[in-house]
């Protein structure tokens, strides 16, 4: 099984910067892809970036140009480089990672999801 930890939410201003971190563990297995969603109260959790092993990266429209993700394979550790924050940004961050996990005569593909990190823009 994986474990996902999220660190790096808090309180910003509008047009600060934060940067999120998720780092997983667990026993064997192998991250397919890595990515960031986010939930604000009373809507429903949406897509913010994700990154493929590979690097191929994909954004939420609302983020292109403002946020970058990045991952680091090696340590099994994807980041969220946020900046030009926003009100409207505020939301729970989610960390997931699809894995292949490697059991004693099986492999099976997995959706893993973090705690979640607050992130809140305010002035």
């Known amino acids: 099984q994986v474990q996902l930890v999220e660190s790096g939410g808090g309180l910003v201003q509008p047009g600060g910067s934060l940067r999120l971190s998720c780092a997983a563990s667990?026993?064997?297995?192998?991250?397919?892809?890595m990515g960031w969603y986010r939930q604000a109260p009373g809507k429903e959790r949406e897509l913010v970036a994700t990154?493929?092993?590979?690097?191929?990266?994909n954004y939420a429209y609302s983020v292109k140009g403002r946020f970058t993700i990045s991952g680091d394979n090696a340590r099994n550790t994807v980041y969220l480089q946020m900046g030009g924050l926003k009100p409207e940004d505020t939301a729970l961050y989610y960390c997931?990672?699809?894995?292949?996990?490697?059991?004693?005569?099986?492999?099976?593909?997995?959706?893993?999801w973090g705690q979640g990190t607050q992130v809140t823009v305010s002035s």
């Open positions: 990154i493929t092993s590979r690097g191929q990266t």
């Open positions: 667990g026993t064997t297995f192998r991250v397919n892809r």
């Open positions: 997931n990672m699809e894995t292949t996990n490697y059991y004693s005569d099986y492999a099976a593909v997995e959706n893993n």
